[in-house]
C-alpha cells in the first residue's frame, strides 16, 4: 500500500528517517517497472542542520522543493554527476528531507542492471544499487522527478509489510559532510544490518 499524506507530514524526521528502512521504493509501469526496499537513509533537519542545504534558512531554485509539503520528491545533482533521491517530510515551509542511500532489488533487477550497465549479476543485492548515486540509476530516478508528489505521482513508496526489527538497525553519522562541524557527528544516518532476511 502507498504511503499517505500522514506518514510523511509528521515533525520528526529522524523517526520518519528510521521508518522508511523496510518501505519499498516503486518506478516504473509494467516493462520497465522496478521496486526496491530502503535499507539506508540520512535524516537532514532543515535551518538548524550545518549538513542540511536549506542551513539558516537558505532558499534557492536548487532546494525549493525542500520547502514543499511532506511526500515531495527533492532530487539533485552532487558532483555534476550524481542524482540524488530524498524525501521531503514535515509541513509546507520546514525543509525537512529524508536522503534514501540505498535499495535492496526485489522487482526489476535485470532492468536495474542494464541501466547500471553491470553485465554479470553481483553476488551481493548491494551492489546492485548500494548507494544513493546507483540507487538513482537502477530505478531511473532523474531530475526530471523533482518536484512530483510521491503520494499520487509515478514514484511510489509503499508498505509491503517488511519489518526491520531494532536489533537490525545500525545507527551513526552521516556520510561525506565532514565540512559541517558538529553536525557531521550527529546520529543521523540509519540503515539495515548486512546479515539482516527480508521476509513480508
Known sequence: MRLQRSFY?????LTIARELLGKVIVTGNRGDRTAGIITETEAYAGMHDRASHAFGGRRSLRNEQMYAKGGTAYVY????IHKLFNIVTNVEDVPHA??????HPIEGEP???????????PRRPGQV???PGTLTSALA??????????????IAIEDRGYTIPAGSIRIGPRIGIEGS???ALLPYRFRVAKDHSFAA
Open 129 to 131: 544499487a548500494g548507494g
Open 98 to 103: 529524508v536522503l534514501i542511500r540505498a535499495v
Open 181 to 183: 562541524k558538529e553536525a
Open 77 to 80: 545533482v552532487c558532483y555534476g
Open 111 to 121: 532492468l536495474m542492471l542494464e541501466r547500471r550497465r553491470i553485465v554479470k549479476a
Open 9 to 13: 507530514l509528521r515533525e520528526n524526521v
Open 141 to 154: 530516478i532523474g531530475m526530471e522527478h523533482n518536484g512530483i508528489d510521491l503520494v499520487n505521482g509515478i
